[in-house]
């Protein structure tokens, strides 16, 4: 595969489109860089593995409250004050998390904070950068921007589960203790809020929402209009997908390995760096498939595997094998995620995006939260292979359900090739 095609959009960047890209390998290096270890540490803290994953789902509803306020309110409110208040919230939870034990605290913490124990995209950040993004490149462009946009995240996510892995193995090995080289891992994590806010503070006006002087049709309190009915729909869906992926969050995969097969933090620092370049190569590779088969399609089509093959991962007898059938899966398993995202922005109009984004990245927050403590009390119980199965099982039902429900509703750019 040749990457000038692929590459076409880098023309359209302006230098705020520039800053999205810096902004989101930096921040998701750092949920990579603390998702390896987050499950460690708390067991280090005190918790069990049910508070763990308790712990787990009041973040992942935090997130959705903090962050379904903050999408909604951007357009209105100003996209670059959010994206400032994301970063302080990111901060926040860091520092908490540092430096307090009590269970108490930390979910005081995790509800208000932006913190991320999938290593995967959270908080408002994402939601206001695809509409921020969707409006610096043609229709065109967009699918292709935002697969490197999920590519760049991968990649960085990689990079940030490797290096925080190896950090909490080497500060081990140079005499501190489990807790201490978590807690290290876990300061860092602070630490790149500050960064982030400094980054965002040198956005331009450019980024916020162009609007008539006056518009035909009155945003409702989510800020939706004309396109309130397919975003609910959508977000119901996605919801669904999300709950399933909440019981195979990365830092309970990562807990998994480690029980299964007494994986050490460097090994699985490994482990996931393989996996999330995979799952950003997937991510490329969606752009040039749905520009031949379709978004909806190219979701589908590429997903159902992805799930058979996360089931297949608690059945392999030995850690090469289960090792291999996680590359496996990842190798796919992100091809839906720019395609969702891109066919979510389509499917709108351009005052709608920030709302839209937010309103279904928030939908998938709260299905997300719903399972991760499910997930603990049957790792508790010593079910550790069955929320792989769920999530599997649950996830090719919403497959078959977004393709029978949307296979019929095409985004601008495909329209228009089907009238050629």
């Given amino acids: 595969m040749t990457l000038a095609p692929e590459l076409s959009f880098v023309r359209f960047l302006t230098a705020d489109g520039r800053l999205l890209f810096t902004t989101r390998l930096m921040r998701l290096f750092a949920y990579g860089f603390l998702s390896i270890v987050l499950a460690l540490y708390l067991e280090q803290v005190g918790l069990t593995t ?19 306020w903050i ?4 357009d209105r409110i100003g996209r670059k004050r959010m994206l400032l208040l994301g970063a302080g919230l990111m901060l926040l939870a860091g520092i908490v998390f540092a430096v307090s034990g009590s269970i108490v605290l930390l979910i005081v913490a995790a509800i208000v904070g932006v913190l991320s124990p999938s290593g995967n995209e959270i908080g408002p950040f994402l939601s206001i950068e695809q509409a921020a993004l969707s409006q610096i490149v043609p ?7 935002f697969a490197w946009y999920n590519l760049v995240g991968s990649f960085a996510t990689a990079t940030g589960a490797l290096v925080g892995g190896s ?27 500050v960064a982030l806010a400094l980054l965002f503070n040198r956005l331009s006006s450019a980024i916020e929402v162009t609007t008539s002087p006056q518009p035909a049709v009155t945003p409702s309190r989510l800020g939706l209009h004309h396109s309130r009915g397919i975003v609910l729909k959508l977000s119901g869906l996605f919801a669904l997908d999300a709950f399933a992926g909440g019981f195979v969050v990365q830092s309970l995969v990562a807990y998994w390995f480690h029980v299964r097969f007494g994986v050490e933090p460097a090994v699985l620092g490994s482990i996931f760096f393989g996996a999330n370049v995979f799952a950003g190569i997937s991510a490329l590779l969606a752009a040039r498939v749905a520009a031949r088969i379709g978004l909806i399609n190219t979701m589908v089509v590429t997903h159902i595997p992805s799930n058979i093959l996360l089931m297949l991962v608690p059945l392999m007898p030995n850690l090469p094998l289960a090792i291999a ?19 979510t922005m389509a499917m709108v109009d351009p005052d709608e995006r920030s709302a839209a984004s937010g309103v279904t990245t928030i939908a998938r927050s709260i299905g997300a939260a719903l399972s991760p403590s499910i997930a603990g009390a049957l790792l508790s119980a010593s ?15 919403y497959d078959l359900t977004l393709y029978f429900s ?15």
Avoid: C, N, W
């Fill in 50 to 68: 049910t508070q763990i994953g308790a712990l787990f789902t009041f973040t992942l509803i935090g997130d959705a409250g903090i962050s379904l």
């Fill in 71 to 74: 999408a909604t309110s951007a």
């Fill in 139 to 145: 229709d065109d462009q967009r699918t292709r921007t």
């Fill in 167 to 193: 950090l909490a193995q080497g500060l081990q090995a140079a005499g501190s203790t489990p807790l201490e080289s978590y807690r290290a891992i876990v300061i860092g994590y602070a630490l790149f809020g």
């Fill in 325 to 343: 059938m996680l590359f496996l899966r990842f190798s796919i398993s992100q091809m839906d995620v720019p395609t969702r995202q891109s066919y």
């Fill in 383 to 397: 079910l550790i292979s069955v929320p792989f199965f769920l999530s599997g099982g649950i996830k090719i039902v």
């Fill in 406 to 420: 949307f296979r019929a509703m095409k985004p601008p750019e495909e329209q228009r090739l089907s009238t050629q």
